[in-house]
């Protein structure tokens, strides 16, 4: 394996590192793998004062899909990758939300 210190924590060794990223990979309903980044609040800290930068970039993903899915309504090869953009986005904004989720958040 080539080492990539120069990319981890300190106090992590580049083992803990890799098991870390290798958790964000996940497999889609469809087969494909792909790049779980959306999931990742827990490394904003919500509960200790950044919560407004993590919902500063689900909404900035929400506009690009909602953009997107307007723009390319007439391509149906890109205007089916928005629409799984959008299914992964609405399925994280579920499971970091709850039942109490924010409404201005989700994609109709």
């Not at 080492?3 to 992590?12: C, G, L, P």
């Not at 993903?61 to 090869?77: D, G, H, P, T, W």
């Not at 039942?99 to 994609?107: D, E, P, R, V």
Request: hydrophobic residues 30%.
């Amino acid at each position: 394996m080539k080492s990539y210190d120069i990319f981890k924590a300190d106090m992590n060794s580049v083992e803990d590192e890799m098991e870390s990223i290798n958790l964000l990979i996940k497999k889609d309903r469809d087969g494909y793998y792909f790049l779980d980044y959306l999931s990742q609040h827990q490394e904003w800290d919500l509960d200790v004062g950044y919560p407004n930068i993590y919902y500063d970039l689900l909404l900035k993903v929400k506009y690009n899909i909602e953009s997107n899915l307007a723009k390319y309504a007439s391509n149906k090869r890109i205007l089916r990758k928005y629409n799984w953009y959008k299914r992964y986005y609405n399925d994280v904004i579920r499971r970091v939300f709850g039942k109490g989720q924010k409404q201005n958040f989700k994609i109709k």
